[in-house]
């Protein structure tokens, strides 16, 4: 009789203690830090300023085609202008250690004829070239169908820093909006600020994008 009474304790406890590792989980990163760039407005006017670091400023009017200056945020005028922002990022936030670090850009294709072949390149600028990519990839995941074109894995490929008007939709029409949302390595985030001492996350948009706003979500213990 007492061997029933300990096994039904025991089976009956099971479920308590699972609930109670689950609860532990879910606690252990607590703290939660958002940073805001742009306002989130659905893309109303007047555009929203950036404010890129000093060395995403340089990269951006070195890889713009000619005619084709960077854009501001909600700027939905022809394609092909290069997006570019950074956060400014507080190493008090960071370099105590970090659990996970979100990106979320809010944005819509200009309605180019190519814009699935656009990336999105974050790091430190100019990126691959003399700086830091923590992540890089297309806008869409895949690229375009059956023709992808160049990899993104260079954010100074030939179709950035080309010096003639691509064959877009001279008056182009405005794509469904996304919400990307990037993970980004919390070690190499902290690495970034803590070890390398940079201060600012500099996030590209290549360069058929009309961006309404992002946010960088920070969880820590």
């Given at each position: 009789m007492k061997k029933i009474i300990w096994w039904l304790l025991?089976?009956?406890?099971?479920?308590?203690?699972?609930?109670?590792?689950?609860?532990t989980a879910q606690h252990r990163c607590p703290t939660v830090i958002v940073y805001e760039a742009g306002v989130a407005d659905n893309f109303a006017l007047p555009a929203d300023a950036v404010h890129p670091?000093?060395?995403?400023?340089?990269?951006?009017?070195?890889?713009?085609?000619?005619?084709?200056p960077p854009v501001a945020y909600d700027e939905n005028g022809n394609c092909d202008h290069h997006f570019g922002?950074?956060?400014?990022?507080?190493?008090?936030?960071?370099?105590?250690?970090?659990?996970?670090?979100?990106?979320?850009?809010?944005?819509?294709?200009?309605?180019?004829?190519?814009?699935?072949?656009?990336?999105?390149?974050?790091?430190?600028?100019?990126?691959?070239?003399?700086?830091?990519?923590?992540?890089?990839?297309?806008?869409?995941?895949?690229?375009c169908p059956n023709d992808p074109g160049?990899?993104?894995?260079?954010?100074?490929?030939?179709?950035?820093?080309?010096?003639?008007?691509?064959?877009?939709?001279?008056?182009?029409?405005?794509?469904?909006?996304?919400?990307?949302?990037?993970e980004l390595d919390p070690r190499k985030l902290e690495e970034l600020v803590c070890e390398r001492h940079i201060r600012y996350l500099d996030v590209y948009v290549q360069d058929d994008q009309i961006v309404d706003s992002m946010r960088l979500v920070i969880t820590k213990p």
């Open positions: 025991a089976v009956l406890s099971l479920p308590v203690a699972a609930q109670v590792r689950i609860d670091s000093l060395a995403l400023d340089a990269f951006l009017q070195a890889t713009a085609i000619p005619g084709y922002d950074s956060f400014k990022i507080d190493s008090c936030n960071i370099c105590c250690g970090i659990c996970s670090a979100t990106l979320e850009i809010t944005m819509r294709g200009c309605g180019g004829s190519i814009e699935c072949n656009d990336s999105i390149t974050v790091g430190q600028a100019p990126f691959n070239t003399g700086g830091v990519v923590l992540w890089n990839g297309y806008v869409n995941g895949t690229g160049p990899s993104p894995v260079n954010p100074t490929r030939p179709d950035v820093a080309s010096t003639t008007r691509r064959p877009d939709n001279p008056t182009p029409s405005a794509s469904p909006v996304i919400v990307k949302k990037i």
